[in-house]
């Protein structure tokens, strides 16, 4: 895969107009709509629900990635499902039973991701990855914003020797900016979700900071890509 996809995460919008934020950063060239799921169980914060996606779903012409950092995770597809969410993306850390997990997304009508965090081997996903669509790499531990990034291009290097042929994305989550993001496409990742990298500098009112911030990423970005 070689097209780049940017995927602003609005746990860094102003969260009193997702709707509006999500149009903006479409407007300025987003990709994908990245929802981050925090329960303050499996990490140490409490985000947004089914709820806050079916609200922002509307808003939303493209895709909307959907990132669970909860457990268990399978008592709530269906209704991420029914929120619209394109794609449910499931920790491999957050529960016994993987592919089951992972076959009841695909059976909700959504696309099955699988994340990693940084402590976790690339192995850990060797077996499930003819059920899923996207492989997610955490280069923070997940639970908060604006963390530092963790330098996993070795493990994403692994990822995309293992996958092969296959048409699965590598999406990286955490401290995605102009100077890591050349770092993580050249070793192999195609999806760069980034927060604060894309909505600093700008809000509803002045969006043109994030058509900047969104160009910068991809021109840096795509740089090192095949």
């Not at 492989?135 to 908060?144: A, H, K, L, R, Y």
Request: with cysteine; charged share 15%.
């Amino acid at each position: 895969m070689s097209d780049l996809i940017i995927a602003p995460s609005i746990l860094a919008a102003d969260f009193a107009n997702f709707g509006e934020e999500c149009r903006a950063v479409e407007q300025a060239g987003a990709d994908w709509i990245h929802v981050d799921v925090m329960d303050g169980h499996f990490v140490p914060n409490i985000t947004f629900g089914p709820a806050t996606c079916a609200a922002i779903r509307p808003h939303v012409k493209g895709v909307l990635d959907v990132h669970l950092m909860i457990a268990p995770v399978d008592p709530m597809i269906e209704a991420f499902a029914k929120a619209g969410a394109d794609i449910l993306t499931a920790h491999v850390e957050a529960g016994p039973h993987l592919h089951r997990t992972l076959q009841a997304i695909r059976a909700a009508g959504m696309r099955p991701g699988v994340a990693l965090n940084p402590a976790t081997p690339a192995a850990a996903v060797a077996h499930v990855l003819d059920l899923v669509d996207l492989v997610c790499v955490m280069t923070v531990n997940p639970g908060f914003g604006g963390q530092a990034f963790i330098d996993m291009r070795s493990k994403i290097a692994e990822l995309r020797a293992m996958i092969g042929p296959r048409r699965i994305h590598i999406e990286v989550d955490g401290g995605v900016d102009t100077t890591t993001a050349p770092l993580v496409t050249g070793a192999g990742a195609d999806v760069l979700v980034a927060g604060s990298a894309v909505f600093r500098g700008g809000s509803v009112d002045d969006p043109a900071p994030y058509a900047k911030n969104i160009a910068a990423i991809r021109r840096a970005a795509t740089s090192v890509m095949a």
